[in-house]
């Protein structure tokens, strides 16, 4: 029988685990004490072992973390008041960046918003997102997010953390495409990695064996883009920003520097549609 990490995936709780730990530090980036209750001494181990293979990763992931939310919050004080996430896994930002004038929606697969929704409740929590249980990948998610409430001419926001280089090319389209059939207007975020990062073609050890430390918790990185521009262009939709989270951390960062031409294989992106022709 697979453990729940098994079920709910392990780089799930290793991301959480960071997002802990940042929380705790002398001056965090970001604040997510909730995070707290997915965790454990197994957890533990299993972060500190990515952690330990691959610091950058880490380093890397807590500006992203910061990175979304702030962008989240930017986009509800603008007015936006339909966020959703996509593969939301262990994210709390509903939770953390709750307002009483937006309505958050997580799009997941049932059994990890159960476990979710159990640690929600026992931790005393209140949910506060409408839970579309379902592999977003292959079903037409854009009608069942419609069923739970979600105005496909609103603005929306949405955030892809985390998701889009476990992914195989077609599926990647296919929910790009599915946005941009069914919504008016919206804003996608989302983290990638390089095409040649994926492919092995950075000529650095350290990058193989984070690839094969992925593979080995069941996690293996399979699409990477090196022209994200490209990927805009087929599928439709505007690149609003697209820049290396080693440069963003740079900016924010005064005192630590990074060389972005050692951390050039990770980014972040913002697609968007602003046609109010509505195709479906």
Sequence with gaps: MKSIYEKVGRTAFVIAEWRAEESE?????????????????????????????SPSTKFLVRYRTRYFDDLMLEKIRQGVKQVVILGSGLDTRPLRLASNHVKFYEVEQKHVLQYKEQQIEQFGYRQNSEWIYADYTDVDFIAMLQEQGLDPEQETFLLWEGNIFYLKYENIRYVLESLRQGLTHFELAFDYLSHKLITRSTGFKRSEELLDGFSSIGAPWNTGFDD???????VGLSVKENFLIANYSNGIDKDFWVDPQLFDDYSICIFHQETKEFAR
């Design 25 to 53: 530090s002398a001056d965090p980036l970001f604040h997510d004490h909730i995070a707290n209750i997915f965790l454990n001494e197994e957890t533990k181990k299993v972060a500190a072992a990515i952690a330990k293979a």
């Design 228 to 234: 994200i521009t490209t990927l805009a262009d087929q």
